[in-house]
């Protein structure tokens, strides 16, 4: 489903890595490992297709990403490691405005839904600037919870969570899985995903 | 296509809300530095008739200018703005939506209160008409010439400044029409091919600058 093939990185005038490649199925997870700086960030905007890649090509559902534009960003859920979650707003407003943007369905039962889901029940109409960071981070990550797009893009999906989130968001992930999506996450803290296929990409 | 522009509307005219400060800054802005020019010139309406539609489209170039940075820059800061550039549709359409987000809480206003100050200037009721009209067809033209030289300057330190640099320039076809539709109107030749050059001005910036915006926009998020 999701292939890449040959790619180079140069951020700058460093070479982060080339001949870079791999082939990820459905109910497969892809682990990116590698220490600071190594390009982890840099291998996700190129998969998502912020970031030209300076050679190579990936591809979904055998088409290239550049060529197939919005068909293939309409299949892809990327979270980085900002939150984009707008201060001014509540949880909610929030949630359902990224909704909205995306062009996704979401109805409002289903975000106060995912809100509780993420303990932030009784919040949802505080603005987000009263939040702690973890809670931010539970905002940004209870878009996750009605996620049914099949390729999901984490950067660092579990910074920032207590142990008990850290759990459920493994979880919500295996879901993912199992229902034959996608996901590519890069992490500093290996946290075991029950279900799926695991493969772990390391670059040096 | 109408349904994400609405979207996008819709969102930052509610931030801009919960953000009022700002938009009421610029409008006081507009208005001290218009007033500040009856105050110093002094009492001479033939004086003050002639100087009024340059005053007031400078001060409506520079209160637009100070909104502008922030346009894309808070999106830029908390990730909102990858979001966007990931949405499954042409970020030009974002663009757009941004666009007329920014002219309603920054050049409609304007526009409203631009006949209150032209009373200043001892303006008669057609100039303060065809003012209020200039104004309303000219500020969109702003605001999307403004959104390129926005993305332009993303993420760059001391981008204010050049922004300023970038932008001001190309404001100058807006202000000249601007002012003359009223110049036209007070002495008598009308200006409504003022105004027409005005309207083709916003709605070629309306179609072109977005998509230039986008351009800038995706380079600026590599």
Known sequence: MLEADNLE?????????????????????????GRNGAGKTSLLRMIIGLLPPETGEIRWKGKSIRSSGDEFRADLCYLGHLNAIKEELTPLENLLASAHL????????????????????????????YLSQGQKRRVALARLVKERRPLWVLDEPFVALDVAAVDWLAGIISAHLQRGGLAVMTTHQLVAIPAGTVRELKLS | MLKIILAVVGRDLKLAMRRQADIVSALFFFVIVVSLFPLGIGPEPDLLRKLAPGVLWVAALLATMLSLPRLF??????????????????????????VIAHWLVSGLPLALIAPVLGIQFDLSTDALLVLTGAILL??????????????LTLGLRGGGVLLSLLVLPLYIPVLIFGAGAVDATVSGLGGEGHLSLLAAMTFASLGFAPWASAAALKIALE
Not at chain 2, 81 to 87: I, T, V, W
Not at chain 2, 138 to 151: K, R
């Open chain 1, 9 to 33: 990185c140069v951020r700058g005038e460093r070479r982060l890595f080339a001949g870079l490649g791999f082939n990820l199925e459905a109910g497969e997870l892809l682990y990116l490992q």
């Open chain 1, 102 to 129: 995306a062009d996704e369905a979401l109805s409002e039962d289903d975000a106060l839904d995912a809100l509780e889901q993420v303990g932030l029940a009784g919040r949802e109409d505080l603005a987000c600037k």
């Open chain 2, 73 to 98: 820059a808070d999106d830029h800061r908390d990730g909102t703005l990858e979001q966007l550039a990931l949405a499954p549709h042409p970020l030009g359409l974002v663009v757009t939506g941004k």
């Open chain 2, 138 to 151: 000219g500020t969109p033209a702003l605001s999307g010439i403004g959104a390129i030289g926005a993305a």
